[in-house]
């Protein structure tokens, strides 16, 4: 059998010594070698844990690359849903007589929904599936969406926004399920794609309804009933694609999870045990807060940006969206080239070279946002919008380049959590920067990109024993700075002896590439035989 690359571990706990398990052997050069002994069930070559070892673009093969469409489309269709409002505010205000102040709370509670839901995302991954997660929430939330078409003040207009926001999870859910589809060594890249097309759905709406907004107007309504009609193009589109996902996705490379579950093939963790590992390890915290000043803002912009170009030069609805949209676009290959980046990164320097990757995208794009608020004229405000928005969404690309290796017993809720970092991070400049009369929205932009670069010194702080920190090495203990000792440590002596903790010793001889390019991170072994546990176990 070929040696074959590490692989990103998942949170689905508990595999059982009916599974065929391997230990596996991590190389020291960036070539994924696949099982060559595998039965020939997939479309595309896989590892010992049947999950893709390349990523073929236009393929819909089943189920690695349906997955990944699947997901990034769910995820892209919330992201319209919920900010399908946004380039609609002029039009919005004076049909409802809306303040100012009213479009600042609506645009926090737009993002402050999805804190919640987001964290619930994380549980439900674990423990039910991401396809039943979410098919269920796109589809409940669709009504929600039909409900904006039916507001009638200011009240109704914050309560449904806030309610749409909770869709925003999906987020969670498309992160996860491109992670256990997909081998380690293509993650980051894979995830950026899911993640940053996704993410472009907050740019596509920018032109998607003014654009549905105008031509139901030229067909014969009326601009305050134009803009409610519009809002049913995104209502369907959630519909349409939670069907979809119900019905041609699949949770795992080997089946649905109920499915292998009732087979004895995948046993269940427990909740209260993967949210204290996940609520304890600080590392937790640290990305809740750095994913809050990079996803955090990007949300943020996507509220405000289309306004501040339209009142701020003097611009057409149309053309504020246009240049707005421009902002949540470049999400097509920045989000992207940052988890690229991270691998490539890993690949050398190990996961501080993951650090210092996220740490640069970060800080520079709040230095372009201190400079879009202080830009003077369209064309330099163009510019610093682009330049801002390539450095903050490739940060999020890096983020989920390293959010994986935090702790494999609580991945899933580890995701919900940095996930809804970035909805707090959102609702907290939009309520501190945006809303009211105490900063212009210009100001608001520069003060908020000073906050995205104090808040991303925290970094530094992010500190693994097997792999150390952007300025400091591995611990020197020769225990606690294996990568063994490090993800065995969330399981107790009791649940090893069930064989419980077996997927993370797998993992954590996979993520010894982690260590990049220096002596050691080479691990040798044999393929255990089928039904039986690793020696070493």
């Known amino acids: 059998m070929a040696a074959n690359e590490g692989t990103l571990g998942t949170s689905m706990h508990g595999v059982t010594g009916r599974e065929q398990t391997f230990a596996l052997s991590v190389a020291s050069s960036s070539t994924i070698q696949t099982d060559e002994t595998m039965p020939k069930k997939f479309a595309l070559p896989v590892d010992s844990e049947h999950r893709a070892t390349v990523f073929k673009l236009f393929s819909f093969a089943k189920p690695h690359m349906r997955t990944f469409h699947l997901a990034w489309i769910s995820f892209f269709t919330c992201f319209i849903s919920t900010f399908a409002a946004a380039p609609l505010v002029p039009i919005i205000r ?3 007589d809306i303040k100012q102040a009213d479009i600042g709370n609506a645009g926090v509670a737009s993002v402050s929904g999805s804190i919640f839901s987001r964290l619930v995302m994380g549980a439900v991954c674990d423990l039910i599936g991401p396809r039943y997660g979410t098919a269920f929430l796109l589809m409940l939330s669709a009504p929600t969406v039909f409900c904006m078409s039916f507001v009638s003040d200011a009240q109704g207009y914050l309560a449904v926004r806030f309610m749409i926001g909770f869709c925003l999870a999906t987020f969670v859910s498309c992160q996860y399920w491109t992670t256990i589809m997909f081998n380690g060594k293509i993650i980051g890249l894979v995830n950026g794609c899911a993640g940053g097309w996704g993410d472009m759905g907050g740019g596509v709406t920018q032109l998607l309804m003014p654009l549905a907004y105008h031509l139901i107007k030229l067909a014969g309504a009326t601009p305050f009933t134009a803009w409610r009609i519009a809002f049913f193009i995104p209502g369907w589109f959630q519909v349409i694609m939670g069907l979809l996902v119900l019905s041609l996705g699949q949770d795992l490379p080997d089946g649905n999870l109920s499915t292998l579950q009732k087979k004895g093939d995948v046993s269940k963790d427990k ?3 993967v949210f204290r590992h996940a609520v304890t390890n600080y590392r937790t915290w640290i990305f809740f807060l750095l994913y809050g000043f990079s996803m955090g803002i990007e949300l943020t912009i996507n509220n405000v940006i289309s306004g501040y170009f339209y009142d701020r030069f003097d611009l057409k609805l149309h053309t504020a969206g246009t240049i707005a949209a421009s902002f949540g676009m470049a999400n097509f290959f920045a ?13 050398i320097f190990g996961m501080r070279g993951r650090l210092w990757i996220l740490w640069f995208f970060q800080t520079l794009g709040g230095v372009f946002c201190i400079w879009l608020g202080r830009a003077d004229s369209l064309p330099l405000a163009v510019l610093a919008m682009i330049l801002f928005s390539l450095g903050t969404q490739a940060a999020c690309g890096a983020t989920y380049g390293i959010v994986p290796f935090v702790s494999r017993r609580s991945l899933g809720l580890i995701s919900g959590l940095t996930g809804a970092g970035g909805n707090f991070g959102s609702g907290l400049t939009q309520l ?10 210009a100001t608001g932009l520069s003060l908020m990109g000073v906050a995205a670069v104090i808040c991303t010194t925290p970094v530094a702080l992010l500190h693994f024993p097997q792999w150390g920190s952007m300025f400091l090495p591995p611990s020197k203990d020769p225990v606690k700075s294996t990568e063994e000792f490090y993800y065995t440590s969330e399981w107790s002596e009791e649940e090893k002896q069930q064989g419980l903790h077996e997927g993370s010793v797998r993992f954590a001889e ?3 590439s982690e260590r990049g390019k220096r002596a050691g991170n080479e691990v040798s072994s044999l393929p255990t035989p089928p039904n039986t546990t690793p020696a070493h176990v």
């Not at 989000?335 to 690949?347: E, I, K, L, N, Q």
């Not at 501190?432 to 929205?441: A, I, K, L």
């Open 432 to 441: 501190v920067f945006f809303s009211g009369s105490r900063f212009s929205t």
């Open 94 to 96: 004076d049909n409802l």
């Open 510 to 512: 996979n993520s010894r």
């Open 335 to 347: 989000r992207p080239f940052g988890g690229y980046a991270s691998d490539v990164a890993a690949r």
């Open 271 to 273: 909740f209260s045990k």
